[in-house]
Structure formats: C-alpha cells, structure tokens
C-alpha cells in the first residue's frame, strides 16, 4: 500500500486552480413598453443567471481560444519521472500555416541535433484533420511513423502539417541542456482546446449579491491564468458590443 501511494503521487500531475471575482453592475438597458404612453423609461436589465450562463457558453469561450492562437500548440518536456506541460516556457515556438489543413492530436518530438538542426519525430495513428478557418474536423486520417531533419525556420510541409519551428529567448545556445533535453509538441484544435477549458465554476458569493467567483482548474498555473483573464476581457467586450447595438436600434425607434 505504501509503495502504491507513493507512486500515485509520484506519477500524479498536479492541479491548480486560479481565480477571478467579477460585479454584475445593474444597468438601465432596453425601453419598458408598460411606459411608453407616459415617456421612454429604461427597465433595468440584470439577470444573474443569464450572466452565468453567458461566462459558460460555448460561444464566448470559441471566441475567447480565437483570441489566445499560442494555445493552439503544447509544449511538453519528459523529465525522469513524468511529462509536463512547459506552456510559454519552451525554447521554441511552432507557427502553424492557418491557410493549410493540419493534422491534431498527433504528438510530434523533437531533439535538437545543434544549434541550426534538429530531428521531428511522430508515431502512426488515426488523427483528426482540422480546419482552423471554418473550426471543423473535416476527416480522420491514418497516418504511418514519421521521421525527418529540418533546420529551425525551415517550413515543415510532410503531409500531415505544415509548420515551421523558430528557437526564442528561452533557448540557451551555450550549455547544452537543451540538447539533450526530450521536447515535444502536439497541434491542438480550437474545439479541442474548448473542451479542455471547460473545467470553470461560477457561483455567487452570497444569494443576493451581484459578485460572482469564478474558478478554474487546469495542470498549468500560467495558462489557465491568461485563459481566465481573457475569458474575461472578451466577457466585458461583449456586454459592450450589445450595449452598442441596444443604443444604435434605440436610435432608430426615435428617430
């Protein structure tokens, strides 16, 4: 029992959670037509339930990935005992070709031969193909093992995906640690993406208060913070884009 304990804790990857309080202001939206004999009064237009159920749909979430494209590739890296997610901290980035149909899901590793080369490496599969412009799986496709050299910045076009890997600041040229170290990366789709943020609770903090919490949970500290503040950013951008329109129509009813 001990030895199972301690390798379920080993083995085990930990989860975080980060959270944000947002205040649901009451705002004087939309024309109560019980007065418009006697005037154009403004009803007030708070629900906290649709609130809710705004911060969760599915819309608001797609257009919160739309925004967050370094999600759209993971970073891993295998140390002695496990793998884990390196988000921004990887010392190259992968910039996908969105004109191109590409392949997700599949775990692509790489090692770095020197400081120009390096070696691309994925294993045979059944892996979805992905359209980034409609968001669609279009088709499932079996793919065979692949393996090839390629320089960094050199466009990789292997029939599955096209990409080029680019080394940034994380990358240290001097010792060798990135040389040896085991990297890899899998393409993610947005849908994907959306499923794995899907792990947000939003409650009241009392039964009458307009403050909601908001919390999620996720494997990765850093990315689940930048996902939940723009989560946010786009929650606030789209109560202005329908207060907005309200203004415009009741523009129009005026006039």
Request: net charge negative; hydrophobic share 35%.
């Amino acid at each position: 029992a001990l030895a199972f304990g301690f390798f379920y804790i080993r083995y085990t990857p930990s989860t975080y959670q980060t959270s944000a309080s947002v205040f649901i202001k009451e705002d004087k939206m939309g024309i109560d037509p019980t007065s418009m004999m006697t005037g154009l009064t403004f009803k007030s237009n708070i629900n906290i339930d649709n609130e809710i159920g705004i911060l969760q749909s599915f819309s608001l979430r797609e257009r919160t990935i739309k925004e967050l494209e370094f999600f759209n590739v993971s970073y891993y890296i295998k140390g002695r005992v496990a793998t884990r997610e390196l988000y921004k901290d990887a010392p190259f980035n992968v910039a996908l070709d969105y004109d191109t149909l590409q392949v997700v899901g599949n775990k692509y590793e790489i090692e770095f031969l020197n400081n120009e080369q390096y070696r691309l490496k994925s294993k045979e599969g059944r892996y979805i193909v992905y359209n980034y412009d409609t968001d669609e799986n279009v088709y499932v496709e079996g793919l065979p093992d692949y393996e090839g050299v390629f320089s960094f910045g050199e466009w990789v076009n292997n029939g599955f995906n096209r990409f080029r890997i680019i080394l940034n600041s994380n990358y240290d040229p001097n010792p060798d640690e990135d040389i040896k170290a085991k990297y890899s990366f899998v393409v993610k789709s947005r849908l994907n993406l959306i499923a794995e943020m899907s792990n947000l609770t939003i409650a009241q903090t009392s039964k009458t208060s307009s403050i909601l919490r908001i919390t999620l949970s996720g494997q990765n500290p850093k990315k689940i913070t930048d996902y939940l503040n723009k989560l946010l950013d786009e929650y606030m951008e789209r109560n202005l884009e329908q207060k907005n329109l309200v203004s415009e129509n009741t523009v129009i009813f005026i006039d």
